[in-house]
């Protein structure tokens, strides 16, 4: 499976999927805004990851609003408030067979980019 989990109105997700040519892939495409993740898609990405913490965005604006920045989260909690809160979800997160890569640092981008050829 081939597949990227991103917001159709981020222009880092845009830029990146340009970069790696993925529009002219065989890769199905989820706007996490208007098509939320399931529970089952996210505890996938989590088992490829190694949890729901390496998915979890610390830079959303709701995590300082919200007070999580003062809180011990769990995993149990990364995995609600990924699937309460659309903006939680790392992006892009890339799906590409048995791989995922999340995020948008230049590591990830680069290691994707070996991984999509």
Request: hydrophobic share 40%.
């Amino acid at each position: 499976m081939n597949k990227v989990y991103y917001l159709g109105n981020c222009g880092t997700c845009k830029k990146i999927i340009d970069a790696l040519d993925l529009k002219k892939k065989k890769f199905e495409f989820q706007d996490i805004k208007e098509e939320p993740i399931s529970p089952a898609q996210l505890d996938e990405m989590a088992k490829m990851a190694g949890g729901y913490e390496p998915l979890f965005s610390r830079i959303a604006m709701k995590y300082r609003a919200m007070g999580l920045n003062n809180m011990t989260l769990t995993e149990k909690d990364y995995r609600r408030y990924i699937l309460e809160e659309y903006t939680f979800l790392k992006r892009p997160t890339i799906i590409i067979g048995k791989q995922i890569f999340i995020g948008s640092a230049k590591n990830t981008v680069a290691a994707a980019k070996e991984a999509v050829k």
